[in-house]
């Protein structure tokens, strides 16, 4: 916007810019144009496209990385709970994996997704996936899930159609304790955990 001296002092440019040559003007209304240009702010376009989400950083020797032929098409942030029971097993009382519990918000912070029961991913807009881990990657410390490289089938229509792999990278948290008791038989733990997820289609 211009200041009121700016305004202020418009009749007295421009009289001084009509009293001289034909060249003049030409050169007094192309330097405002160009001004006029340099201070106006350029508005973002409604309904831009954000780009490709980035790939994880994966070591050379990582398990998790996608076949050839696939690129990133969503990546979400999750958040939520590794929920687990406890069981005897053949070394003692552990705590057994049963489900993840999870939402998963895009860029804005909005739900987005739903992770569940049989590694699946329920998006809002009715899309899903069903999950297989294929391989997997440990953490960079042992309090953290590993990191997983899915398999997936899409159903429906939406974000997730044509989906074939997934990856949970950045984990923080989820790990239970390495034992439990047998007075804690068959009682549930929810474990807190994050991570990030990375959703590939075909090219």
């Not at 240009?37 to 994966?58: M, N, Q, R």
């Not at 696939?70 to 069981?87: M, N, T, Y």
């Not at 990191?147 to 974000?159: D, H, K, P």
């Not at 239970?176 to 807190?192: G, I, M, T, W």
Request: glycine share 8%; with cysteine; net charge neutral.
């Amino acid at each position: 916007m211009r200041s009121t001296s700016a305004i202020s002092a418009a009749p007295q440019f421009a009289a001084t810019v009509f009293a001289g040559s034909a060249s003049s003007v030409t050169t007094a209304v192309v330097a405002l144009v160009i001004a006029g240009c340099a201070s106006a702010p350029t508005a973002p376009v409604s309904g831009e496209p954000a780009g490709a989400p980035e790939p994880p950083s994966l070591g050379f020797f990582s398990h998790i990385k996608v076949p050839d032929g696939l690129d990133p098409a969503l990546r979400l942030a999750g958040k939520g709970v590794q929920i687990f029971r406890c069981e005897q097993r053949a070394d003692g009382w552990q705590w057994s994996f049963r489900v993840p519990e999870a939402d998963l918000v895009d860029g804005s912070g909005r739900v987005v997704v739903h992770h569940g029961a049989n590694f699946s991913f329920e998006h809002v807009d009715g899309s899903r996936l069903l999950g297989t881990i294929a391989a997997f990657d440990e953490a960079p410390r042992s309090t953290d899930l590993r990191w997983l490289l899915f398999s997936t089938r899409s159903f429906g229509t939406g974000e997730l159609a044509n989906v074939t792999y997934a990856q949970r990278v950045n984990t923080a948290g989820g790990m239970p304790p390495a034992h439990c008791e047998a007075k804690e038989q068959n009682q549930l733990l929810r474990v807190d955990f994050s991570a990030d997820f990375i959703f590939y289609k075909p090219r």
